[in-house]
Structures are given as C-alpha cells and as structure tokens.
C-alpha cells in the first residue's frame, strides 16, 4: 500500500520557496518525496533551501514573463512535468505602507496586485497546458483570512488574497473534465514569517486580536495543510478555500 500523503515520483514548485510558509512547504513536500522546485527571486534562499531539500534552486520574479517561462523549462528540463504547483509568494505592502486606502498612491495597488494575483496567474499558466496533457495536477493557492474579511488598512492586500480565492473556484471548474486535476486554495491568519515586518507591531497585534486561539500560527502548520492538498488523498476537495486561522474565520 502506498504511504499516506505520499509525493514519491512528483515534481513540486512551490513559489516564494525561500523563506517562511514557502520554505516549510518546501521542506514538507520533499519530505513526502517530491522532487522540490524552489522558485524564489532571492537567489540566496532558492539555493539554501533547495540545498536543503535535494532539490533545485529557480531564481525569478514571477511577475516577469520571460522568468516565468524560463523557470518552469529548466524545472521540467532537470526534474520532468510539474505535478504540484504551490503558489506561495507574495507581498502584504508596498514598502511596509499599511495606511487607509485614500492614502495610498496608485503604485502601492499595483505592487501589490502585481505579485499575489497576476504573478499567480502567470505560474498557473505556465504549468496548466503540462498538467491538462497528462491529466493530473494539484494546484494549491495561498490566499489570507484577509481576502475573507478585508483587513482595515490592507485594502490592496485584502482585495488581492480575494482574488486569489475565487480565482482558485473558476479555475478548478474550468479544469473539470481535463483529468485528475484539484486546485484549492488556504487562507491562513497571522503565521510568525518575515512578511510581518512589512506591517507595523499595531497591524499585527490588531490582527492577532482575532484568533480565538490567541496565538500566530506557525509555518509548518500551514506546511501540513499544503500537503494534504498536493497529494493524492486530496481527489474529491477542488475550488476550495481552507481556513488555518486558529478559528477565526465564520466561513
Ligand atoms: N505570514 C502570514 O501571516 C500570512 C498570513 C496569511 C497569508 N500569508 C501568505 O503566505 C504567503 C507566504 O508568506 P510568508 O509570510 O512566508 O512571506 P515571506 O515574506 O516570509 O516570504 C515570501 C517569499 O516570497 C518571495 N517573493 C516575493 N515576491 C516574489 C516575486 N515577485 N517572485 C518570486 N518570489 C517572490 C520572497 O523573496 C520570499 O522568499 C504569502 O502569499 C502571504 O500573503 C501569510
């Protein structure tokens, strides 16, 4: 019988790989037995943490095209066909500007917009052909209780990781029919990674404030999440939005 959750013989990209929630996913998946792509615009990270997993360090914006299309030719070139994307990386602000949406300039909205939704959307459009010919994928988006409830001064944030959750339901019902192809979406609240420096200590507490369980969540419990999502035993969840936010969403 196979291993539960088993990722023996897939290829795994997983965005933002190089640090916080991305790096545990790494270390999770590979764990499992993914062959890990670590797509990280820091090429110090892409290559510490696929250092540490075995796997293969992919330097690049994923709002750039051409580092997008490169990337996934030399994941595919070294490791074979994408099985697993995990679309991790993104921004909470622009320069830690975390003001009331009349304060912002319009380059705070783009900078934003730009990596959590049409990076995203790049990085799918880049593996989907791949995993339609083969008739399997798992696709699995990280979103924010954010895109959920709107978080007061993180308009462009909030509206991003909404975006990023329906994006995930019209996808997954396109794909219907194409094979055996989930794609689902997280929503976690605050995990203690770095991205909490581009938010003032009242933003985070604020946020913090409406966790029942009273405490940040931690990387690897978003990690464990991920997994499931990226295996097998996930075959009958698609086009949704699970929540790791310590209760605090209501639906
Ligand atoms: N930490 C939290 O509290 C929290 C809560 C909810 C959702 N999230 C989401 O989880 C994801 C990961 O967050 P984190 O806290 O680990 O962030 P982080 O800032 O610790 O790490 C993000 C990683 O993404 C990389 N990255 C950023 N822009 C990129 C780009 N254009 N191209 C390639 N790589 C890029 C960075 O270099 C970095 O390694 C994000 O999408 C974030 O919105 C985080």
């Known amino acids: ?58 330097v690049g914006d994923i709002t750039k095209e051409a580092d997008v299309e490169r990337v996934f030719s030399e994941i595919v070139h ?21 003001l009331p949406i009349w304060e912002l300039v319009r380059e705070d909205w783009e900078f934003v917009m730009n990596i959590n939704v049409t990076g995203l959307v790049l990085c799918c459009k880049a593996v989907l052909p791949g995993m339609i010919a083969k008739g399997y994928g798992r696709i699995v988006n990280i979103a924010s209780i954010a895109g959920k409830e709107g978080n007061p001064k993180m308009a462009p944030y909030s509206a991003s990781k909404a ?49 029942p369980l009273g405490r940040t969540g931690k990387p690897d419990e978003v990690a464990a999440l991920v997994h499931f999502l990226a295996s097998n035993d996930c075959s009958f969840t ?4 699970l929540d790791i936010s310590g209760g605090r969403a209501t639906y």
Request: charge should be positive.
């Open 1 to 58: 019988m196979t291993a539960q959750f088993s990722l023996a013989g897939k290829v795994a990209v997983v965005t933002g790989g190089g640090q916080g929630i991305g790096e545990a996913i790494c270390r999770r998946l590979a764990a499992a037995g993914a062959k890990v792509g670590v797509f990280d615009m820091s090429a110090d990270s892409a290559k510490r943490v696929a250092d540490a997993v075995g796997g293969v360090p992919l």
């Open 78 to 98: 070294k490791a074979g066909p994408v099985d697993v994307l995990v679309n991790n990386a993104g921004v909470a602000s622009r320069k830690g500007r975390d």
């Open 163 to 211: 975006a990023v959750i329906c994006l995930t339901k019209s996808l997954a019902k396109e794909l219907v029919g194409k094979g055996d192809i989930c794609v689902n979406s997280v929503a976690p609240a605050v995990i203690q990674t770095p991205i909490l420096d581009q938010l003032s200590a009242e933003q985070v507490n604020m946020m913090l404030s409406k966790i």
């Open 238 to 241: 698609t086009g949704q939005c």
